[in-house]
C-alpha cells in the first residue's frame, strides 16, 4: 500500500480489482481489507529481498502424470507398551477418567472393567462437562455403544486386538463420520453429512477404539471460536482452549474421553496440547492420510494424536500411519514403536537463542497471523529447566542454530491455499455467517487473499525451499532438537518444512496455567522424536496432574 494513499483512493483501487477476479466486495469489507493488504506488501517486500539462485524451485513439485496413491500394504502396526505398574479396578470407576491409555488398556485387557463400562463412564462426563466447556458438537453414543458390546465379546473369545482395544477416544469435527454431521466448526456447514468414514475413523476402528464424540474445533481450523460459542479450556474456563483442535485439547485434558485426533496446519495439535497441559504429536507431513478430512492448506495440513501421555501417542500414530490408497501425500514409510529404545544413543541438539530468548511474550505461529496473543507462552524458566533434566538423565546435549530471518512470508501460501479451499464462501457471501468476522478472521483474510500476486505466492514457495534446506542442514548433524514450544521461528519453519514435533507438558505458569516445551525431530524420524519425549516425561509428572472440575 503505498505511503499517504488516502483510504478512499484505495478502496476505489480495490474495487477495481475485483473487476479483473470476476468478485464483488461491499465498502465495508473493502475497508476491512486495508490493514491485511499492508501486511501482505511487508511480506512481499520481505520477499523481493530475498535472493534466490534461478535454480531454486517451489516447494511443490508437479509431475507430468497425475499422482497415484501409495496402494495401502500390510504395514507392521507394533503395539508395545513399556512395563507399567499393575493396575485395579477403583471402587469408583469415574477415578480412571485421566489415566493414560496404557493404563487404561490393563483394565481392559485384564478383564477388570468392560469397553461397556468404560464408554458409558465417558459418555455421561461428556454429557456432564461437555456444555460447559462447549467442547463436544455431537454425541456417538450409538456408534461407541455399538463398538463397545461389540469390543467385549472380542475379549470374551480372546480376540484382543491390542491396547487400544475398548477405548473411547473423541475426533475433531473435520474428521468424516457417516451418518453423523461433520461441521468444521462453521455455521454455513453446521448441518453438513458426509456419507464416509474418513481413514483415521476407519483405522481407529480396526485397532478396536471407540469413538464417543465428534470435538469442537475453531471455525474452518482455526482458533477456538465456532458455530456454538468458544471452547473453555478445563484449567481456567475464563479462557479459551486454544486451536484449532480446541475440543480436542479441552476433553482429553478434561479426562471426557481416552484420548483425541487433532489436525494442525500452523500450530493447531501444538497449541491447544500447551494451553490444555496435554501432549500432543504433530507427525510428519504425508504420514497419516486425511482422506474424509477437511481441507485447509493441501501443502501443511496433517493429522495426529492428543493423549494424556508420550507413550500413548505412540499407540495410537502405530494405529492411523500409513497410506490407504487416497491420499497422494502419504508416505509408506516404516514406523515401529519400540518403548524400550535407550534414547541416549540419538544426537539431541537445542537452539541456544530460542531459549535465551525471553518467552514471556511469545505467542503461537497461528497466533501471529491473527495478529493478537491469545496464547499462554512457555515462559523461560520452565523451558530452561528442561534442559536441566534432560542433562540429569545423561543426554549430551548439542548446542545449534536453527534458520534466522522472517518466516512472515511464508504465511502467504497458507493464506492463499486456504483462501482456494473455500472459494465458495466468498464468492456466495456466506462467509458472512461465520462467527468470527474481526479483521483477522477468515472472511477478511479469504478476501485479501485474492489480491495475492501469482508471482509473490511462487516466489512465497520458492523461500520455502530454501528453509527446507537450511533444516535439513541443521538436522544432519542431530536426530531430534528440544526447543521452546512458541519461540520465534520453530512452530512456523518446521509446519512449513514438514518436520514431526511433540508438545509435552513441562510446568505452569504462576497464575497455574500449564506450559509445554516442544521435540522437534527428523523427517519420518517419529520413533527417535517420541523416545526422546518420553525420556523426559518419564523423568517429570506434569503430564500426570490435571484440572480440578469440581467448581464447573
Not at 539462485?53 to 507430468?64: D, I, R, S, Y
Amino acid at each position: 500500500m503505498p505511503e499517504n494513499t488516502d483510504p478512499q483512493d484505495l478502496s476505489t483501487v480495490i474495487a477495481a480489482a475485483e473487476q479483473l477476479m470476476g468478485v464483488s466486495f461491499t465498502d465495508a469489507e473493502r475497508t476491512q481489507m486495508q490493514a491485511v493488504l499492508q501486511e501482505h506488501l511487508n511480506r512481499y517486500d520481505d520477499l523481493h529481498n530475498a535472493t534466490f539462485e534461478n535454480t531454486v524451485g517451489m516447494a511443490l513439485h508437479f509431475q507430468p502424470l497425475p499422482p497415484e496413491p501409495v496402494e495401502p500394504t500390510a504395514v507392521p502396526r507394533s503395539y508395545v507398551i513399556s512395563t507399567q505398574p499393575e493396575v485395579t479396578r477403583p471402587d469408583n470407576l469415574e477415578d480412571v477418567a485421566f489415566w493414560p491409555l496404557t493404563q487404561l488398556a490393563q483394565l481392559i485387557h485384564t478383564k477388570q472393567v468392560t469397553s461397556v463400562e468404560l464408554t458409558e463412564m465417558y459418555l455421561e462426563r461428556l454429557r456432564n462437562y461437555g456444555p460447559k466447556l462447549e467442547c463436544v458438537v455431537t454425541l456417538t453414543e450409538d456408534i461407541a455403544m455399538e463398538q463397545a458390546r461389540r469390543a467385549d465379546a472380542e475379549l470374551a473369545a480372546n480376540r484382543y486386538r491390542g491396547p487400544l482395544h475398548g477405548i473411547p477416544w473423541g475426533a475433531k469435527d473435520l474428521l468424516a463420520v457417516r451418518g453423523h454431521p461433520t461441521t468444521w466448526g462453521a455455521m454455513p456447514f453446521k448441518d453438513q453429512v458426509i456419507d464416509m468414514n474418513a481413514t483415521v475413523v476407519e483405522r481407529l476402528e480396526a485397532a478396536g477404539a471407540l469413538l464417543v464424540a465428534k470435538l469442537t474445533m475453531g471455525a474452518l481450523a482455526y482458533g477456538d471460536v465456532w458455530f456454538g460459542g468458544v471452547t473453555k479450556n478445563p484449567w481456567n474456563i475464563e479462557t479459551g482452549s486454544g486451536g484449532s483442535s480446541a475440543g480436542s485439547g479441552s476433553a482429553t485434558a478434561a479426562g471426557l474421553v481416552g484420548f483425541s485426533i487433532g489436525t494442525e496446519t500452523l500450530g493447531s495439535i501444538i497449541n491447544p496440547s500447551t494451553r490444555c497441559g496435554v501432549t500432543g504429536l504433530r507427525p510428519t507431513f504425508g504420514r497419516v492420510s486425511r482422506h474424509g478430512a477437511m481441507a485447509l492448506v493441501w501443502s501443511m495440513d496433517k493429522i495426529g494424536p492428543i493423549c494424556r501421555s508420550v507413550e500413548d501417542c505412540a499407540l495410537v500414530f502405530s494405529a492411523i500411519y500409513g497410506p490407504d490408497g487416497h491420499d497422494v501425500t502419504v508416505s509408506d514409510k516404516p514406523f515401529t514403536w519400540n518403548p524400550s529404545q535407550n534414547p541416549r544413543k540419538l544426537r539431541v541438539g537445542y537452539p541456544v537463542q530460542e531459549f535465551e530468548a525471553a518467552q514471556a511474550d511469545s505467542q503461537t505461529a497461528e497466533g501471529a497471523l491473527a495478529n493478537h496473543n491469545e496464547l499462554i507462552a512457555a515462559n523461560n524458566p520452565n523451558s530452561n529447566a528442561v534442559l536441566d533434566v534432560l542433562r540429569e538423565q545423561d543426554f549430551d546435549l548439542v548446542p545449534i542454530a536453527l534458520p534466522e530471518g522472517d518466516m512472515s512470508p511464508l504465511f502467504l501460501i497458507l493464506i492463499a491455499e486456504a483462501a482456494a479451499a473455500f472459494d465458495d464462501l466468498t464468492r456466495n457471501n456466506t462467509d458472512d455467517t461465520l462467527v468470527r468476522q474481526d479483521d483477522n478472521a477468515w472472511p477478511n483474510l479469504f478476501r485479501a487473499a485474492r489480491l495475492i500476486p501469482a508471482v509473490e505466492y511462487i516466489q512465497a514457495t520458492r523461500l520455502r525451499t530454501l528453509v527446507m534446506h537450511q533444516l535439513a542442514t541443521v538436522m544432519t548433524d542431530i536426530d531430534v532438537f528440544v526447543s521452546p514450544s512458541f519461540g520465534n521461528n520453530v512452530l512456523p519453519m518446521t509446519n512449513h518444512t514438514g518436520h514431526p514435533a511433540i508438545a509435552v507438558p513441562n510446568g505452569f505458569t504462576p497464575d497455574g496455567m500449564p506450559t509445554s516445551i516442544t521435540f522437534v525431530g527428523s523427517l519420518y524420524g517419529e520413533a527417535d522424536l517420541l523416545a526422546v519425549a518420553k525420556a523426559y516425561q518419564d523423568a517429570t509428572d506434569f503430564h500426570t496432574q490435571h484440572p480440578d472440575l469440581s467448581a464447573l
